[in-house]
């Protein structure tokens, strides 16, 4: 189980149902992903709030293509995660509504990006929220609505924020939350050279949010730049044992401190083919795993992702 990919078609940059077809080709038994939005094809006219609907259309139609039967077995976006604006609070409803509406039976979530930092150098332009984002009374509103409807949050922000996603979780118990990429770990512009203490930092927030009975990990995301273990630079691709060993710290913390039954691999593809291959980024999940018990292996590698989606009938 992919628990999180994308799909779009931008210049210089098509990754649609052929492509991930292929790398799911390579040599794993992929039966099912979720599609985590990247706004890819969200609708040109209409109200300003609903134009991201249009993403769960066309994921729900590539879904749709897979339930034939002509492409295989694998059932990609299987389970689809849009986007709202949570700062409409109360307003956003209606928006939450059309995305289940146009999922047929598959919308699960929403992922409001929350990244921020005093560094801009870590800063993506397309997605500036302000600082306080998540302890906005506006955002909290819309967040509300989430839980009554049946949908869970997707959480990405860096790592200074967790303890910022710690109070909201905690705030709204009911709402099913997963954590991002391993929690936003930083290691380029102010916070290169520094892995150490960012390690230390990291894992004081990570184990007070595991506290949070609501809040999964997924542990991937290694393969972008802003982790500062430059694979994208690397004359070569790295092996699996080498991703292992660099991602090791993170990753077997997170499983120690959330349990395998709250922590899920994850492949974060397009954005993480810059470092890695998709084969080989599943073998160095495997590697990491290779220790852990049957129980655990089927929790990291499908079971947990297919509970927090309801995804019932794979694996």
């Not at 066309?58 to 389970?79: K, L, P």
């Not at 290691?187 to 007070?208: F, K, N, P, Q």
């Not at 994208?232 to 349990?259: Q, V």
Request: proline share 6%; glycine share 10%.
């Amino acid at each position: 189980m992919d628990p999180h990919h994308h799909l779009w078609d931008r210049p210089n940059w098509r990754y649609l149902l052929d492509e991930i077809l292929a790398d799911i080709r390579t040599g794993h038994d992929v039966r099912a992903t979720v599609l985590v939005q990247a706004r890819s094809m969200h609708r040109i006219d209409g109200p300003e709030a609903m134009k991201p609907v249009g993403e769960t259309e066309f994921a729900s139609g590539i879904a749709a293509m897979c339930e034939s039967g002509i492409y295989g077995d694998v059932r990609v976006c299987a389970g689809i995660v849009g986007h709202a604006d949570l700062t409409l609070g109360d307003a956003v409803k209606p928006v939450l509504e059309a995305h289940i509406r146009a999922g047929g039976g598959r919308f699960r979530g929403i992922r409001h990006i929350a990244t921020w930092d005093a560094d801009p150098y870590v800063l993506n332009p397309a997605h500036t929220p302000p600082e306080d984002m998540l302890d906005s009374d506006a955002f909290r509103a819309g967040f509300a609505c989430l839980a009554p409807l049946g949908l869970s949050y997707d959480a990405w922000l860096y790592f200074p924020q967790i303890p910022r996603l710690t109070k909201l979780a905690r705030a709204f118990p009911g709402t099913k939350i997963v954590l991002n990429h391993v929690g936003g770990v930083l290691g380029i512009g102010a916070y290169e050279g520094r892995r150490d203490e960012v390690l230390e930092r990291w894992t004081a927030s990570m184990r007070e949010l595991a506290t949070c009975p609501n809040v999964m990990v997924k542990l991937g995301g290694f393969g972008m730049r802003l982790p500062g273990f430059g694979l994208e630079a690397k004359p070569t691709a790295p092996s699996s044992e080498t991703l292992a060993a660099a991602w090791k710290p993170y990753m077997e913390r997170s499983i120690e401190m959330f349990g395998a039954d709250r922590c899920m691999f994850e492949s974060n593809f397009p954005v993480d083919k810059g470092g890695f291959s998709y084969a080989v980024g599943w073998n160095a999940f495997k590697r990491l795993a290779a220790k852990a018990s049957a129980d655990e292996k089927a929790d990291l590698f499908w079971r947990s992702a297919t509970n927090f989606y309801r995804l019932p009938g794979i694996g």
